[in-house]
Protein backbone atom coordinates (compact mmCIF):
# COMPACT_ATOMS: atom_id res chain seq x y z
CA UNK A 1 0.00 0.00 0.00
CA UNK A 2 0.94 3.65 -0.89
CA UNK A 3 1.55 6.61 1.12
CA UNK A 4 -1.50 8.22 -0.89
CA UNK A 5 -4.06 5.10 -0.26
CA UNK A 6 -2.93 5.54 3.57
CA UNK A 7 -3.71 8.79 3.47
CA UNK A 8 -6.64 8.54 1.12
CA UNK A 9 -7.96 5.86 3.93
CA UNK A 10 -6.98 8.33 7.12
CA UNK A 11 -8.87 11.56 5.56
CA UNK A 12 -12.09 8.85 4.48
CA UNK A 13 -12.14 8.12 8.14
CA UNK A 14 -11.53 11.15 9.57
CA UNK A 15 -15.23 12.17 7.14
CA UNK A 16 -16.84 9.59 8.41
CA UNK A 17 -15.99 10.38 12.33
CA UNK A 18 -16.85 14.29 11.73
CA UNK A 19 -20.60 13.07 10.31
CA UNK A 20 -20.93 10.42 13.31
CA UNK A 21 -20.21 13.45 15.71
CA UNK A 22 -22.09 15.95 14.03
CA UNK A 23 -25.44 13.44 14.47
CA UNK A 24 -24.68 12.34 17.62
CA UNK A 25 -23.65 15.67 19.34
CA UNK A 26 -26.34 17.17 21.84
CA UNK A 27 -28.13 20.24 20.36
CA UNK A 28 -30.28 22.94 22.14
CA UNK A 29 -33.68 22.71 22.87
CA UNK A 30 -36.46 25.26 21.30
CA UNK A 31 -39.60 26.31 22.91
CA UNK A 32 -42.34 24.96 21.46
CA UNK A 33 -45.26 26.29 23.96
CA UNK A 34 -46.82 28.42 21.34
CA UNK A 35 -47.37 25.96 18.93
CA UNK A 36 -50.98 24.81 18.45
CA UNK A 37 -50.00 22.21 15.72
CA UNK A 38 -50.73 18.72 16.01
CA UNK A 39 -48.01 17.74 14.09
CA UNK A 40 -45.97 19.83 15.61
CA UNK A 41 -46.64 18.57 19.04
CA UNK A 42 -45.49 14.87 17.50
CA UNK A 43 -42.61 16.17 16.21
CA UNK A 44 -41.94 17.63 19.15
CA UNK A 45 -43.14 14.04 20.98
CA UNK A 46 -40.78 12.27 18.20
CA UNK A 47 -38.04 14.63 19.52
CA UNK A 48 -38.82 13.65 22.98
CA UNK A 49 -38.78 10.45 22.39
CA UNK A 50 -36.01 10.67 20.85
CA UNK A 51 -33.74 12.12 23.26
CA UNK A 52 -35.15 9.89 25.26
CA UNK A 53 -33.47 7.06 23.04
CA UNK A 54 -30.55 9.02 23.02
CA UNK A 55 -29.80 10.01 26.45
CA UNK A 56 -26.45 10.67 27.77
CA UNK A 57 -25.18 7.32 28.53
CA UNK A 58 -26.04 5.97 25.22
CA UNK A 59 -24.63 8.89 23.48
CA UNK A 60 -21.51 8.19 25.93
CA UNK A 61 -21.16 4.74 24.34
CA UNK A 62 -21.69 5.69 20.76
CA UNK A 63 -19.00 8.30 22.02
CA UNK A 64 -17.15 5.40 22.99
CA UNK A 65 -17.46 3.18 20.14
CA UNK A 66 -16.80 5.95 17.94
CA UNK A 67 -13.63 6.67 19.61
CA UNK A 68 -12.77 3.26 19.80
CA UNK A 69 -12.87 2.67 16.20
CA UNK A 70 -10.94 5.78 15.32
CA UNK A 71 -8.70 4.65 17.64
CA UNK A 72 -8.85 1.40 15.58
CA UNK A 73 -9.07 3.07 12.48
CA UNK A 74 -5.67 5.02 13.53
CA UNK A 75 -3.61 1.88 14.69
CA UNK A 76 -4.64 0.00 11.88
CA UNK A 77 -3.66 2.97 9.61
CA UNK A 78 -1.01 4.08 11.63
CA UNK A 79 0.34 0.25 11.25
CA UNK A 80 -0.18 0.57 7.41
CA UNK A 81 1.65 3.70 7.53
CA UNK A 82 4.41 2.57 9.23
CA UNK A 83 4.87 -1.04 7.44
CA UNK A 84 3.86 1.29 4.05
CA UNK A 85 6.71 3.67 5.03
CA UNK A 86 9.26 0.88 5.98
CA UNK A 87 8.46 -0.37 2.91
CA UNK A 88 8.88 2.70 1.09
CA UNK A 89 11.92 3.21 3.03
CA UNK A 90 13.25 -0.28 2.30
CA UNK A 91 12.11 0.40 -1.41
CA UNK A 92 13.88 4.01 -1.15
CA UNK A 93 16.66 2.45 0.28
CA UNK A 94 17.04 0.12 -2.74
CA UNK A 95 16.21 2.21 -5.88
CA UNK A 96 18.70 4.86 -3.76
CA UNK A 97 21.09 1.90 -3.74
CA UNK A 98 20.60 0.94 -7.31
CA UNK A 99 20.72 4.55 -8.34
CA UNK A 100 23.84 5.14 -6.33
CA UNK A 101 25.04 2.12 -8.23
CA UNK A 102 24.20 2.94 -11.30
CA UNK A 103 25.17 6.60 -11.29
CA UNK A 104 28.89 5.58 -9.88
CA UNK A 105 28.79 2.57 -12.41
CA UNK A 106 28.13 5.26 -14.89
CA UNK A 107 30.62 7.55 -13.40
CA UNK A 108 33.29 5.01 -12.56
CA UNK A 109 33.03 3.48 -16.65
CA UNK A 110 33.28 7.51 -17.41
CA UNK A 111 36.17 7.38 -15.80
CA UNK A 112 37.71 3.94 -16.51
CA UNK A 113 37.09 5.40 -20.07
CA UNK A 114 38.89 8.13 -19.38
CA UNK A 115 41.48 6.93 -17.86
CA UNK A 116 41.66 4.46 -20.65
CA UNK A 117 41.84 7.19 -23.15
CA UNK A 118 44.42 9.26 -21.28
CA UNK A 119 46.58 5.89 -20.99
CA UNK A 120 46.53 5.12 -24.89
CA UNK A 121 47.30 9.15 -25.85
CA UNK A 122 50.50 8.89 -22.93
CA UNK A 123 51.01 5.62 -24.58
CA UNK A 124 50.71 7.42 -28.05
CA UNK A 125 52.63 10.11 -27.15
CA UNK A 126 55.31 7.29 -25.35
CA UNK A 127 55.32 5.45 -28.39
CA UNK A 128 55.95 8.44 -30.74
CA UNK A 129 58.47 10.08 -28.71
CA UNK A 130 60.35 6.68 -28.62
CA UNK A 131 60.57 6.57 -32.43
CA UNK A 132 61.33 10.02 -32.72
CA UNK A 133 64.08 9.05 -30.26
CA UNK A 134 65.31 5.80 -32.23
CA UNK A 135 65.18 8.29 -35.21
CA UNK A 136 67.25 10.31 -34.15
CA UNK A 137 69.21 8.13 -32.44
CA UNK A 138 69.58 6.31 -35.65
CA UNK A 139 70.41 9.75 -37.48
CA UNK A 140 72.87 10.59 -34.64
CA UNK A 141 74.76 7.24 -34.99
CA UNK A 142 74.74 7.81 -38.81
CA UNK A 143 76.38 10.93 -38.67
CA UNK A 144 78.52 10.17 -36.26
CA UNK A 145 79.91 7.06 -37.94
CA UNK A 146 79.68 9.50 -41.22
CA UNK A 147 82.05 12.08 -39.19
CA UNK A 148 84.26 9.10 -37.87
CA UNK A 149 84.63 7.80 -41.20
CA UNK A 150 85.10 11.35 -42.89
CA UNK A 151 87.64 11.78 -40.01
CA UNK A 152 89.52 8.62 -40.51
CA UNK A 153 89.83 9.17 -44.40
CA UNK A 154 90.79 13.06 -43.98
CA UNK A 155 93.75 11.79 -41.40
CA UNK A 156 94.48 8.87 -43.67
CA UNK A 157 94.37 11.16 -46.63
CA UNK A 158 96.76 13.85 -44.81
CA UNK A 159 98.85 10.73 -43.56
CA UNK A 160 99.36 10.05 -47.57
CA UNK A 161 99.81 13.29 -48.83
CA UNK A 162 102.66 14.20 -46.32
CA UNK A 163 103.99 11.19 -45.54
CA UNK A 164 106.94 12.24 -47.93
CA UNK A 165 107.16 15.21 -45.33
CA UNK A 166 106.72 12.75 -42.21
CA UNK A 167 109.00 10.01 -43.30
CA UNK A 168 111.59 12.67 -44.21
CA UNK A 169 111.11 14.23 -40.88
CA UNK A 170 111.49 10.99 -39.07
CA UNK A 171 114.52 10.18 -41.07
CA UNK A 172 116.27 13.46 -40.47
CA UNK A 173 115.69 13.03 -36.85
CA UNK A 174 117.15 9.25 -36.69
CA UNK A 175 120.38 10.27 -38.54
CA UNK A 176 121.04 13.57 -38.15
CA UNK A 177 124.08 14.73 -39.66
CA UNK A 178 125.38 11.32 -39.83
CA UNK A 179 125.33 10.32 -42.91
CA UNK A 180 128.42 12.13 -44.40
CA UNK A 181 128.16 13.81 -47.96
CA UNK A 182 130.26 12.01 -49.58
CA UNK A 183 128.26 8.98 -48.91
CA UNK A 184 125.66 10.37 -50.84
CA UNK A 185 127.27 11.34 -53.69
CA UNK A 186 126.75 8.66 -55.99
CA UNK A 187 122.80 9.06 -55.21
CA UNK A 188 123.67 13.00 -56.19
CA UNK A 189 125.20 11.83 -59.40
CA UNK A 190 123.10 9.65 -60.06
CA UNK A 191 120.28 12.08 -59.84
CA UNK A 192 122.41 14.87 -61.61
CA UNK A 193 123.11 12.19 -65.05
CA UNK A 194 118.93 11.51 -65.21
CA UNK A 195 118.71 15.74 -65.41
CA UNK A 196 121.90 16.12 -67.55
CA UNK A 197 119.84 16.51 -70.65
CA UNK A 198 117.59 19.51 -69.16
CA UNK A 199 120.39 21.00 -67.05
CA UNK A 200 121.88 21.06 -70.80
CA UNK A 201 118.59 22.43 -72.11
CA UNK A 202 118.93 25.34 -69.56
CA UNK A 203 122.54 26.04 -70.14
CA UNK A 204 121.68 25.89 -73.48
CA UNK A 205 118.52 28.49 -72.92
CA UNK A 206 120.35 31.12 -71.16
CA UNK A 207 120.67 29.48 -67.40
CA UNK B 1 141.43 34.38 -74.93
CA UNK B 2 139.54 32.43 -72.13
CA UNK B 3 140.58 31.52 -68.57
CA UNK B 4 140.33 28.11 -68.24
CA UNK B 5 138.78 27.53 -64.16
CA UNK B 6 140.82 25.05 -61.59
CA UNK B 7 138.54 22.82 -59.87
CA UNK B 8 140.09 24.55 -56.80
CA UNK B 9 138.27 28.07 -58.18
CA UNK B 10 133.88 26.78 -58.17
CA UNK B 11 132.69 29.84 -56.74
CA UNK B 12 131.71 33.42 -57.72
CA UNK B 13 133.83 34.43 -54.49
CA UNK B 14 136.82 32.10 -55.49
CA UNK B 15 136.87 34.49 -58.64
CA UNK B 16 136.52 37.78 -56.49
CA UNK B 17 138.98 36.98 -54.04
CA UNK B 18 141.60 35.63 -56.60
CA UNK B 19 140.76 38.91 -57.93
CA UNK B 20 142.14 40.56 -55.11
CA UNK B 21 144.77 38.56 -54.77
CA UNK B 22 145.96 39.17 -57.92
CA UNK B 23 145.27 43.00 -57.28
CA UNK B 24 147.89 42.68 -54.33
CA UNK B 25 150.48 40.71 -56.08
CA UNK B 26 149.97 43.18 -59.13
CA UNK B 27 150.34 45.96 -56.24
CA UNK B 28 153.72 43.77 -54.24
CA UNK B 29 155.46 43.35 -57.61
CA UNK B 30 155.11 47.26 -58.69
CA UNK B 31 156.74 48.02 -54.86
CA UNK B 32 159.40 45.44 -55.21
CA UNK B 33 160.38 47.04 -58.55
CA UNK B 34 160.33 50.59 -56.74
CA UNK B 35 162.88 48.48 -53.98
CA UNK B 36 164.86 47.14 -56.40
CA UNK B 37 167.31 46.80 -53.45
CA UNK B 38 164.85 45.45 -51.38
CA UNK B 39 164.74 41.19 -50.65
CA UNK B 40 162.85 39.65 -53.33
CA UNK B 41 160.90 37.39 -51.77
CA UNK B 42 158.58 34.56 -53.60
CA UNK B 43 154.93 36.18 -52.72
CA UNK B 44 152.88 33.20 -51.75
CA UNK B 45 150.06 32.22 -53.59
CA UNK B 46 146.83 30.59 -52.68
CA UNK B 47 145.73 27.42 -53.97
CA UNK B 48 143.37 28.79 -56.81
CA UNK B 49 145.16 31.24 -58.15
CA UNK B 50 148.39 28.78 -58.26
CA UNK B 51 146.08 26.53 -59.68
CA UNK B 52 144.87 29.18 -62.62
CA UNK B 53 148.25 30.16 -63.21
CA UNK B 54 149.95 26.83 -64.37
CA UNK B 55 146.64 25.50 -65.94
CA UNK B 56 146.48 28.88 -68.18
CA UNK B 57 150.54 29.00 -68.26
CA UNK B 58 150.44 32.25 -66.81
CA UNK B 59 153.51 34.21 -65.18
CA UNK B 60 152.31 36.52 -63.13
CA UNK B 61 155.62 38.32 -62.82
CA UNK B 62 155.71 39.69 -66.25
CA UNK B 63 155.06 42.96 -66.85
CA UNK B 64 151.14 43.94 -67.66
CA UNK B 65 150.25 40.45 -67.17
CA UNK B 66 148.53 40.89 -63.68
CA UNK B 67 146.39 43.65 -65.14
CA UNK B 68 145.49 41.50 -67.76
CA UNK B 69 144.66 38.85 -65.79
CA UNK B 70 142.24 40.56 -63.34
CA UNK B 71 140.67 42.48 -66.19
CA UNK B 72 140.15 38.31 -67.86
CA UNK B 73 138.71 37.43 -64.09
CA UNK B 74 136.34 40.32 -64.67
CA UNK B 75 135.37 39.04 -68.09
CA UNK B 76 135.08 35.29 -66.94
CA UNK B 77 132.68 36.55 -64.17
CA UNK B 78 130.37 38.05 -66.86
CA UNK B 79 130.39 34.93 -68.59
CA UNK B 80 130.26 32.50 -66.03
CA UNK B 81 127.49 29.93 -65.57
CA UNK B 82 126.17 30.40 -61.99
CA UNK B 83 124.69 26.91 -60.26
CA UNK B 84 123.19 27.23 -56.94
CA UNK B 85 123.31 23.94 -55.02
CA UNK B 86 122.21 23.29 -51.44
CA UNK B 87 122.85 20.36 -49.12
CA UNK B 88 121.99 19.19 -45.55
CA UNK B 89 125.67 20.37 -44.03
CA UNK B 90 128.60 21.69 -45.19
CA UNK B 91 130.25 19.88 -48.07
CA UNK B 92 133.60 19.14 -47.88
CA UNK B 93 136.65 20.53 -50.36
CA UNK B 94 136.63 17.26 -51.86
CA UNK B 95 132.59 16.73 -52.76
CA UNK B 96 132.62 20.47 -53.88
CA UNK B 97 135.59 19.93 -56.51
CA UNK B 98 134.10 16.76 -57.48
CA UNK B 99 130.72 18.12 -58.81
CA UNK B 100 132.45 21.38 -59.62
CA UNK B 101 134.28 18.39 -62.25
CA UNK B 102 131.09 17.07 -62.90
CA UNK B 103 129.47 19.88 -64.15
CA UNK B 104 132.22 21.14 -66.10
CA UNK B 105 132.96 18.00 -67.40
CA UNK B 106 129.02 17.21 -68.48
CA UNK B 107 127.30 20.47 -68.60
CA UNK B 108 129.71 23.75 -69.46
CA UNK B 109 133.17 24.85 -68.57
CA UNK B 110 132.00 28.30 -67.25
CA UNK B 111 130.08 27.08 -64.43
CA UNK B 112 130.81 27.94 -60.93
CA UNK B 113 128.68 26.39 -57.98
CA UNK B 114 127.58 28.38 -55.17
CA UNK B 115 127.27 26.12 -51.79
CA UNK B 116 124.58 26.84 -49.64
CA UNK B 117 122.34 24.72 -46.76
CA UNK B 118 119.21 23.48 -46.16
CA UNK B 119 118.90 21.29 -43.03
CA UNK B 120 115.36 20.01 -44.18
CA UNK B 121 117.36 18.34 -46.61
CA UNK B 122 118.29 15.27 -44.99
CA UNK B 123 119.73 13.33 -47.42
CA UNK B 124 121.00 14.50 -51.01
CA UNK B 125 120.64 17.56 -52.48
CA UNK B 126 118.87 20.99 -54.73
CA UNK B 127 120.54 21.96 -57.56
CA UNK B 128 118.99 25.56 -58.70
CA UNK B 129 119.51 26.85 -62.08
CA UNK B 130 118.00 30.29 -62.48
CA UNK B 131 115.33 28.23 -64.64
CA UNK B 132 114.67 25.73 -63.01
CA UNK B 133 115.30 23.62 -59.52
CA UNK B 134 116.22 20.22 -59.45
CA UNK B 135 115.69 18.78 -56.58
CA UNK B 136 117.42 15.17 -55.67
CA UNK B 137 116.45 15.42 -51.88
CA UNK B 138 115.08 12.37 -50.04
CA UNK B 139 111.96 14.38 -49.26
CA UNK B 140 111.54 14.64 -52.97
CA UNK B 141 111.81 10.73 -53.87
CA UNK B 142 109.62 9.84 -51.03
CA UNK B 143 106.86 11.91 -52.65
CA UNK B 144 107.97 10.72 -55.87
CA UNK B 145 107.12 7.42 -54.51
CA UNK B 146 103.90 8.39 -52.30
CA UNK B 147 102.08 6.09 -54.37
CA UNK B 148 104.31 2.91 -53.62
CA UNK B 149 104.75 4.19 -50.36
CA UNK B 150 100.67 4.26 -49.79
CA UNK B 151 100.41 0.92 -51.56
CA UNK B 152 102.54 -0.95 -49.30
CA UNK B 153 101.06 0.42 -46.20
CA UNK B 154 97.67 -0.66 -47.54
CA UNK B 155 99.46 -4.18 -48.03
CA UNK B 156 98.55 -4.11 -51.88
Same mark, same amino acid.
Given at each position: ? *? *??? =?????????????????? #??????????????????????? @?????? =? !????????????????? @?? =????? /????????? #??? *? @???????????? =????? !?????? *???????? /???????????????????????????????????????????????????????? @?????????????????????????????? | ????????????????????????????????????????????????????????????????????? &?????????????????????????????? &??????????????? &??????????????????????????????????????????
Amino acid at each position: M *S *SYQ =VAFGIGISAAILSILLYL #LWPRPKKNKATSASPDIDLAAIA @EKKSME =V !FNDSFREELRNRGRLHF @EK =VISEN /ALFLQQDLR #LTT *S @ELNTFMKDEIQK =VLKDE !FSKYEA *SITSARDI /ALESIKKTQEVIDQQRTQLEQQMNDQAAEEKQRLIDRFEKNMADILNHYILDAIGG @EIDLTDQLEYIFQSLEENKKAILEDVKNGA | MELKMPMTIATKQDILRIQREVRDYDVLVVQNNVRKTATQSPIPLSAGLKDLVQLNQINLNEKNVPKKL &IKQLEKTLKQVILFHMSFATEPSDDVNQKL &IAWFRKEVDPKILLN &IGIQPTISVGAVLRTNRTQYDFSLRKHLQNSQKDLVKALRGE
